[in-house]
C-alpha cells in the first residue's frame, strides 16, 4: 500500500501535503474494505488492513484518524480520546507511533488526557462506553480538566505534523515509492 509518485512531486510537496498525500490512500483503502467486508465484525478486516501497513504508515495512519476527528472542538477531543482510549489496541498502536516518529511531546499529551479519563472512571472498553459530547456540559470540573488539554492538543499537534512529515520525507521508502 506504498504510494506512488514522481520524485519531482515528492520534492515539491510541501511538509502537511506530503503527510496527507501519504495518509489520503490509505484512508481509501480502509474504507473501501470495511464497506465491502460481509460479516458484521468489522474488526477483523481492521486488523488485516493494519497488518498491511508499514510501522510508519501504521503510526502516520492512527494519529492522523484520531487528529482528523479530536481537532474539531473541544467536546470532540473529549468525546474521541474517550473513544479511542476505550479501544485499548488502538489508543496503544498511538502511543506506539508516536514513540516511533520520536514525539515526546505528544506522547506526554496522551498520557494527561488518560490520566485525566482514567480519574473519571472513562470506560476502558467499547461494551461500557456510555461517554456523550455532553458530558463536558454536565461536569465543569471535567471541563477545567480537558479544557487546558484541548489548547496544549491544538499547540502539540501542529509540531507532530511537522515531525511526521519530516520522517515521512528522510525515510520516503516506508512511505512513497518513486517512479519517474
Given at each position: 500500500?506504498?504510494?506512488?509518485?514522481?520524485?519531482?512531486?515528492?520534492?515539491?510537496?510541501?511538509?502537511?501535503?506530503?503527510?496527507?498525500?501519504?495518509?489520503?490512500?490509505?484512508?481509501?483503502?480502509?474504507?473501501?474494505?470495511?464497506?465491502?467486508?460481509?460479516?458484521?465484525?468489522?474488526?477483523?478486516?481492521?486488523?488485516?488492513?493494519?497488518?498491511?501497513?508499514?510501522?510508519?504508515?501504521?503510526?502516520?495512519?492512527?494519529?492522523?484518524?484520531?487528529?482528523?476527528?479530536?481537532?474539531?472542538?473541544?467536546?470532540?477531543?473529549?468525546?474521541?480520546?474517550?473513544?479511542?482510549?476505550?479501544?485499548?489496541?488502538?489508543?496503544?498502536?498511538?502511543?506506539?507511533?508516536?514513540?516511533?516518529?520520536?514525539?515526546?511531546?505528544?506522547?506526554?499529551?496522551?498520557?494527561?488526557?488518560?490520566?485525566?479519563?482514567?480519574?473519571?472512571?472513562?470506560?476502558?472498553?467499547?461494551?461500557?462506553?456510555?461517554?456523550?459530547?455532553?458530558?463536558?456540559?454536565?461536569?465543569?470540573?471535567?471541563?477545567?480538566?480537558?479544557?487546558?488539554?484541548?489548547?496544549?492538543?491544538?499547540?502539540?499537534?501542529?509540531?507532530?505534523?511537522?515531525?511526521?512529515?519530516?520522517?515521512?520525507?528522510?525515510?520516503?521508502?516506508?512511505?512513497?515509492?518513486i517512479e519517474d
Amino acid at each position: 500500500m506504498i504510494v506512488k509518485m514522481t520524485r519531482r512531486e515528492f520534492n515539491s510537496l510541501p511538509q502537511e501535503a506530503l503527510y496527507k498525500a501519504c495518509f489520503e490512500p490509505l484512508l481509501l483503502v480502509y474504507k473501501s474494505r470495511v464497506v465491502e467486508q460481509i460479516t458484521k465484525n468489522d474488526s477483523i478486516v481492521k486488523e488485516q488492513f493494519y497488518k498491511q501497513l508499514t510501522n510508519g504508515q501504521r503510526a502516520l495512519f492512527v494519529f492522523q484518524v484520531y487528529y482528523e476527528h479530536a481537532s474539531n472542538s473541544m467536546v470532540e477531543f473529549y468525546w474521541w480520546s474517550a473513544y479511542f482510549m476505550a479501544q485499548p489496541k488502538i489508543w496503544s498502536a498511538m502511543k506506539i507511533g508516536l514513540q516511533y516518529f520520536g514525539d515526546d511531546a505528544m506522547l506526554r499529551l496522551l498520557e494527561e488526557i488518560e490520566e485525566v479519563l482514567k480519574r473519571y472512571n472513562h470506560p476502558s472498553s467499547l461494551e461500557k462506553f456510555t461517554v456523550t459530547r455532553e458530558d463536558l456540559d454536565n461536569n465543569r470540573e471535567l471541563l477545567a480538566f480537558i479544557s487546558p488539554l484541548y489548547g496544549k492538543f491544538d499547540e502539540t499537534a501542529f509540531l507532530t505534523i511537522k515531525i511526521i512529515s519530516e520522517y515521512v520525507r528522510n525515510n520516503q521508502r516506508e512511505f512513497v515509492q518513486i517512479e519517474d
